[in-house]
C-alpha cells in the first residue's frame, strides 16, 4: 500500500514553493531565478537541471517514436536523481503554464504552447505513478491547477487527471477529497455585496469565474461518488445567493442526469431531494424539474419517486406548505389532490409562477398517462 502523499490542501501551490498564499485568480511572482539554496539543496546540481529544462524546453515536448512514445522531458523527471524544488518551478512556468503569449516572446510556433502544457501535465501523472517521493509536489501543482484562474485549459486537464483517473488510487482519494471540500469552503466564503442590484458587470464575470473553477473538481467527483453531492447540498446552504444560482448553471444539471443513469444515482438522488437540508430549496427543485421533464423511459421509476418525493415535501417539511414543490409535478397529481388547499395557494403565488403552474397544470395532462394511468390522467 502506498501512503498518503503529504499535501497542503489549503494552499497547494504556497507550500510547495514555500510562497504566501495568492489570492484567488492571481498568480505568483516567478521572479526566482533559482539563486541561492533550498531546502539544502546542492545548488550546483539545481541549476544545472535548472538549465537543462529552460534551454532545451522546446525540444524536450517531442515524443520519442514508438513504441517508446515517451517525451524527453518524462524521462529527465522518471530518471533524474534527484529532483530539487527549482525542477518542479520549471515545468511549471515552462510547460503546464505555457501560454501563446509566453511562447510567441520565446519564438515558438502557434501551437507549441498546447504540446508543452499537454506534456508537463503528463510529467506529473507519471511522477505520482512512479516516483512516489515525489508524488506529494506533483499532486500540489495538479490541485492548484484544478481550481486555477490561469487558463481554462489547465483547468480541464487537471480536473479529468484529478477527478477520472487519479481518485480511482486509494492512497490519492483523501486528499482530491480534501482539496473538493475546500473548494466548497472557498465557494462559502466569496465576498458579494448584500444585494445583487450593487454588482457590476465586471464583479458578476470574476465571481461567475471563481464559481466554475471551484465547483468543477466536485462535479466530476460526484460522477465517481454520488455521495458527494450531499456536500455541495450543504455548501449551498451557506452560500451568497447569487452564487448559489450559478452553481445549478449547465455544468450540474448534466451531472444530476448522468448520476440519474447511473444504478446507484436513483437512490442517492431521491434521498437528497426527499431529506435536503433547509436552504437547499433550489436546488432539491431544479433535481425535481431536471427529471420530470424527461421523456426517456429509463428514468421512469426515478420520476416516480420523485413525484412521492415532492408531495412528501409539501404535506411534511414545508411548514408553510411550499407549493414550490408541487408546480414541477403537477401533470402527475390528481384531480382531487390539486383541489381545495393546493388551489388556493397556487393562486397566492406570484404572478410569473402562478402562470408556470397552470401552464403545467393544462397543457402537461398527456404527460401524466404514463404514471397515473389513463383514468387518473
Known sequence: EEPTPEVSVTDPIGWLFRHPRSTLGSELDWSWTGEGDMEGESTGYSKLLEKLLVVLSPKLSVRHPPPHG????????LEAPHLPLVAF???????????????AAAGASGGAWRDKMVVGMQCLEELIGKRPAYAGKA???????????????????????????LFDKPHLRPVILAYAHNNLQRLTELKLPASEAEMDEKLRKKIDGDVQRLISLCLVLCMKDCGF?????????????????????????QLILNIAHKPEGHQVLVNLVALHPAGAELIALKIIRLIVD????????LKTNLVKAAKYIYLTRSHEQDVRFLIPVLPYLTKDEVRGRVL????????????????????GRSKAADLLGPDGA
Open 70 to 77: 515517451n517525451t524527453l522531458l518524462a524521462d529527465i523527471f
Open 89 to 103: 518551478q520549471r515545468l511549471h512556468f515552462h510547460f503546464c503554464m505555457a501560454s501563446p503569449a509566453s511562447e
Open 344 to 363: 388556493d395557494l397556487l393562486t397566492q403565488l406570484p404572478e410569473s409562477l402562478m402562470d408556470t403552474a397552470f401552464g403545467r397544470l393544462l397543457l
Open 229 to 253: 453531492l450531499h456536500h455541495i447540498f450543504v455548501a449551498f446552504t451557506k452560500c451568497h445567493y447569487y452564487v448559489a444560482k450559478r452553481i445549478l448553471f449547465d455544468p450540474f444539471s
Open 294 to 301: 424527461e421523456e426517456d423511459p429509463a428514468l421512469r421509476p
Open 139 to 165: 499532486l500540489s501543482l495538479l490541485l492548484y491547477y484544478s481550481s486555477s484562474a490561469a487558463q481554462s485549459q489547465i483547468q480541464s486537464i487537471a480536473v479529468r487527471l484529478l477527478g477520472n483517473r
